[in-house]
């Protein structure tokens, strides 16, 4: 992909695309956003330490919270790309404030991560994040993508192949 076409997809919300262009820029992000994930996965472990048992400068401690901070920005920027190409879509449908509905799955996929993370970085918040509203931002943030999926991805449109 050329420079003037990633710019096109990703840095700028003006324009229209077609189904599968947002089909496949939407899956190469989701799959982006898992190959990131999944070294969270180790680095969470080791965020919540101990000063008792871990020294205050330990390499583990310290690559964890750089990952942490490296994998938060990138998610932004992720989020910020997704928006755009997802904007380009509902503008192509015909649909108003094309950025506004563009912007509800990352809105409601950052407050669900915020509710998540609130126990594991901070062990103050746990009560503030009990499990229900847990469970239920999760259940708000699959049913707006699905939602967005179809609209955008799946459902039948005439004129559309």
Known sequence: MDRERFHFLFQQEKG??????????TAYMAGL????TLPWLWARHHIVHDLAVDPLFAPKIFFAYLYAVLYGFALMLIGASYMNLTAKRFRALGWPSPLGFASLAP??????AALRLAPILSSFLAPYAPTWAVWGAEAAFMGVACWTAWELGVKPREGEA
């Open 16 to 25: 229209e695309i077609d189904r599968a262009q947002w089909t496949r820029y």
């Open 107 to 112: 809105l409601v996929a950052y407050l669900t």
């Open 33 to 36: 956003v898992v190959l990131l």
